[in-house]
C-alpha cells in the first residue's frame, strides 16, 4: 500500500517552454502533497506544500509564478515548470501524506528528472 | 529554522562490519524522524520512521534510535553487505515546517 507515482519519470524539454509533472497516489486519498527538488550532489529541498481544494504554501525563495502547483483531487497534484531555463534542470520529487500536520508519514514518488536545454 | 546533519558525509568499509550513521537536528521541536537511502540517479526508499514519542525502530539489519532531546538519531546497519552501499538520508519533520528537512546525506560504500 501507499504507493505514490510520477509523470514522466523523465522530460528533456527546450529553453523557455513549460513542462508539467504529475503525482498520483494510487492507493490512498492524499490530504497533502509536497514538492521537493534536488540538484546534482545535493540533498533534497522543499518547494512547496499543498493541500487539496487549496493554494500551494512555497517555501522561501521559490517562485511562486514560475513552479505552478495544483493539487486539484485527492489523488493528483501537479507541478508546472514555467518557462524553464537550464538552471532548473533537477530531480524533482512529490511525496503525499493523508493527514495535514506532521505526524503523518509523507510517502515518496520515484521522481521525474527534468532537463533543459 | 531547521537543520540537519549527518556525520560522516562518506564512509567505506569492508564487507561484514557493522556500521553506525549520525544525524543532528538543531531544533528539537519535531513530529517525527526518518530513514531513507538513496541509489544513484533513483528516488528515496523509506527505512525507518520514528514518532517523536518513540526510542527506536527496527527493521532486519537495520535499527534508528532517537533522543529527542539532544537532537540526535543514529542508523545502526549490522552485518554490512555490497547492496547496502547507497546514499543514506536523515530528514525530520517539525521545527515550524511541516515538509521534511533532510541533511546532505552519508555515502556509504561496502567493499565486497
Known amino acids: 500500500g501507499a504507493v505514490v507515482s510520477q509523470h514522466p519519470s523523465w522530460v528533456i524539454c527546450k529553453s523557455g517552454t513549460s513542462v508539467k509533472i504529475e503525482c498520483r497516489s494510487l492507493d490512498f486519498q492524499a490530504t497533502t502533497m509536497f514538492w521537493y527538488r534536488q540538484f546534482p550532489k545535493q540533498s533534497l529541498m522543499l518547494m512547496a506544500t499543498?493541500?487539496?481544494?487549496?493554494?500551494?504554501?512555497?517555501e522561501q525563495g521559490v517562485e511562486k509564478d514560475k513552479f505552478l502547483i495544483n493539487h486539484a483531487s485527492l489523488t493528483l497534484s501537479t507541478l508546472t515548470v514555467t518557462s524553464a531555463h537550464p538552471e532548473d534542470s533537477s530531480f524533482y520529487i512529490c511525496s503525499a501524506s493523508t493527514g495535514t500536520s506532521g505526524y503523518y508519514e509523507q510517502y515518496f514518488g520515484p521522481g521525474t528528472r527534468l532537463t533543459v536545454t | 529554522k531547521q537543520e540537519v546533519t549527518q556525520i560522516p558525509a562518506a564512509l567505506s568499509v569492508p564487507e561484514g562490519e557493522n556500521l553506525v550513521l549520525n544525524c543532528s537536528f538543531t531544533?528539537?521541536?519535531?513530529?517525527?524522524l526518518q530513514w531513507f537511502r538513496q541509489d544513484p540517479g533513483k528516488g528515496l526508499t523509506s527505512l525507518l520512521l520514528i514518532q517523536s514519542s518513540q526510542r527506536e525502530q527496527t527493521s532486519g539489519r537495520l535499527n534508528a534510535s532517537l533522543d529527542k532531546s539532544s537532537g540526535r538519531s543514529t542508523l545502526y546497519i549490522a552485518a554490512s553487505q555490497p547492496g547496502d552501499s547507497a546514499t543514506y538520508l536523515c530528514a525530520v519533520v517539525g521545527g515550524g515546517a511541516d515538509g521534511l528537512t533532510f541533511g546532505k546525506g552519508t555515502h556509504l560504500i561496502i567493499q565486497p
Open positions: 499543498s493541500n487539496e481544494g487549496s493554494k500551494a504554501t512555497y
Open positions: 531544533d528539537s521541536a519535531i513530529y517525527n
